[in-house]
């Protein structure tokens, strides 16, 4: 009777382990998908439902070990360790296509280091990168920048 209290203990013990280190059982939020770990933390940071609406994947593998998520109103959300204390960006819209068009995380922009943000006249929108950026505005579209004329410009 006593081997059976520790074997149990053991599975509860090992079964708690093992949930915790997954990003879908940890996971609190489900729209359309579970929204978990650091893709949950920008999600909720960012506005949650009312900005990103439902996801339409699952949690997926990036380049390098990173994470993505896609959601259903043009955005998503990308993470990787290593990347800006571990902090997960959405990137969205025009900015995400050209990013896409560039390679994606796996070439020269690397993974985004901020969200979207607004150009000082409000009307333009960009994301930083590891390895440059792309401005949005309506009149230019999306063009990225980067070297040095994105660390005098940027």
């Not at 997954?22 to 506005?47: C, P, S």
Request: one cysteine or more.
């Amino acid at each position: 009777m006593k081997s059976l209290k520790q074997l149990s203990v053991v599975v509860a013990v090992c079964t708690s382990i093992s949930l915790a280190g997954t990003g879908v059982a940890g996971a609190n939020v489900f729209h359309g998908h579970w929204i978990g770990g650091r893709i949950e933390e920008a999600y909720h940071r960012l506005g949650g439902w009312n900005t990103f609406g439902d996801a339409t994947t699952d949690e997926r593998i990036a380049k390098n070990n990173g994470r993505f998520q896609v959601f259903a109103k043009d955005s998503s959300i990308y993470w990787h360790a290593g990347v800006d204390n571990g902090i997960a960006h959405q990137v969205g819209g025009r900015i995400r296509n050209k990013w896409g068009d560039l390679g994606w995380e796996g070439a020269a922009l690397g993974y985004p280091i901020t969200d979207e943000l607004k150009t000082p006249d409000g009307v333009g929108r960009f994301n930083h990168f590891q390895g440059g950026s792309i401005y949005w505005s309506p009149d230019t579209d999306a063009h990225q920048v980067w070297g040095g004329i994105r660390d005098k410009w940027g």
